[in-house]
T-cell receptor
Framework: AQKITQTQPGMFVQEKEAVTLDCTYD???????LFWYKQPSSGEMIFLIY????DQQNATEGRYSLNFQKARKSANLVISASQLGDSAMYFC??????????????WGLGTSLAVNP | DAGVIQSPRHEVTEMGQEVTLRCKPI?????LFWYRQTMMRGLELLIY????????DSGMPEDRFSAKMPNASFSTLKIQPSEPRDSAVYFC????????????FGPGTRLLVL
C-alpha cells in the first residue's frame, strides 16, 4: 500500500494566488517527520519545509506553510502569492522515526505545478 | 557552506563501459544516500550509508551496480558494465541525522548510456 499519496498529478495556479498541494500519508508509527521538496525543470531537488509529528504548530518557511492535520493524516503544502519561479514538481516524503536505524524517506509520486502569468 | 557536490554533472558513455559517479556530502553529515530518477520509475533509493557503513542496498538494481564510501567526505557509485537502461539522473543526498534528518541533495549526474 502506498504510504505517501499525492493525488494531484498536475495543478495550475494564477500568479500571485495561493495554491495548496495535497499529501496524505499512512503510518502506524506515532513519531514521524514529513518533508516537502521542490524540483524545478533544471532538475535539482530543493528542500522546502519539514513538519514533525509532535510539532504543536504548523511549519512555515517564508511563502511556504504546511497544513498539518494529524487526525486526517494529511500534510498539505500551501504556497502563498505564487510566483512564476514556483513552477516545478513538488514531492512529499515521510520518515518514520521508530524504524530503528532506517533513515529512508518514503516518497510520493509528485505534483507538477504550473504558475500562469 | 558548500552543498552536496556531485561529479560529473553529465556523462555520456557507450554500452559496456564502466561509469563512476562521485559525491562529496556536506561536511558533518553522517548519512549519505544515492538515488536514481527516471520518468518511468520516479525517484528510487539505491543505497544509503550511515557513518560510512552501507545500511540498506536493497534498491541496487543488480550486481552491475556498486557503491563505496571510503571516508566521511567521499562516496562513489559505479556501474560496470553500463547498459542503456541505466540512463537516468543519479542524485546523491546527505543528512545530518537526528532530530530532523532532512536530506540535502546534490545537483545530480545526468547519465546517458548509448
Amino acid at each position: 500500500a502506498q504510504k505517501i499519496t499525492q493525488t494531484q498529478p498536475g495543478m495550475f495556479v494564477q500568479e500571485k494566488e495561493a495554491v495548496t498541494l495535497d499529501c496524505t500519508y499512512d503510518t502506524s508509527d506515532p513519531s514521524y517527520g514529513l518533508f516537502w521538496y521542490k524540483q524545478p525543470s533544471s532538475g535539482e531537488m530543493i528542500f522546502l519545509i519539514y513538519q514533525g509529528s509532535y510539532d504543536q504548530q504548523n511549519a512555515t518557511e517564508g511563502r511556504y506553510s504546511l497544513n498539518f492535520q494529524k487526525a486526517r493524516k494529511s500534510a498539505n503544502l500551501v504556497i502563498s502569492a505564487s510566483q512564476l519561479g514556483d513552477s516545478a514538481m513538488y514531492f512529499c516524503a515521510m520518515r518514520e522515526r521508530n524504524a530503528g536505524n532506517n533513515r529512508k524517506l518514503i516518497w510520493g509520486l509528485g505534483t507538477s505545478l504550473a504558475v500562469n502569468p | 557552506d558548500a552543498g552536496v557536490i556531485q561529479s560529473p554533472r553529465h556523462e555520456v558513455t557507450e554500452m559496456g563501459q564502466e561509469v563512476t559517479l562521485r559525491c562529496k556530502p556536506i561536511s558533518g553529515h553522517n548519512s549519505l544516500f544515492w538515488y536514481r530518477q527516471t520518468m518511468m520509475r520516479g525517484l528510487e533509493l539505491l543505497i544509503y550509508f550511515n557513518n560510512n557503513v552501507p545500511i540498506d542496498d536493497s534498491g541496487m538494481p543488480e550486481d552491475r551496480f556498486s557503491a563505496k564510501m571510503p571516508n566521511a567526505s567521499f562516496s562513489t557509485l559505479k556501474i560496470q558494465p553500463s547498459e542503456p537502461r541505466d540512463s537516468a539522473v543519479y542524485f546523491c543526498a546527505s543528512s545530518p541525522g537526528r532530530p530532523q534528518e532532512t536530506q540535502y541533495f546534490g545537483p545530480g549526474t545526468r547519465l546517458l548510456v548509448l
